[in-house]
């Protein structure tokens, strides 16, 4: 009579099975600790990008507060310069 081949799982099959779920598990792992630091970067970057646009719009208005206060002094010195040229010709204020 002749042998029939066993069926079942061999030291090899095995092998190589745990193998390929031994990859598995590693790339896996991989991808999630890569998505989780991608989405933690991201986040970051946002929060700085939206503290960006905040400085840059304080920027603006302290600009804008710094060349009132500019048109003020020129205004302001001009006033009293014509006051002080009046009181020196002798005019009563």
């Keep these: 009579m ?7 799982i061999t030291p090899g099959t095995l092998t190589i099975a745990l193998i390929a779920m031994t990859i598995v598990v590693m790339l896996s792992v991989l991808k999630v600790y890569l998505s989780n630091r991608i989405y ?3 986040r970051t970057i946002n929060h700085l990008a939206s503290e960006v646009a905040a400085l840059r719009e304080e920027n603006s ?3 804008v507060n710094v060349e009132r206060l500019k048109y003020k ?3 302001a010195d001009t006033i009293f310069s ?3 040229t009046r009181n020196s010709e002798g005019d009563v204020p």
């Design 82 to 84: 014509l006051d002080d």
């Design 73 to 75: 002094i020129e205004i």
């Design 2 to 8: 002749k042998r029939r081949p066993e069926r079942g």
């Design 61 to 63: 208005i302290l600009r």
């Design 40 to 42: 933690h970067e991201s």
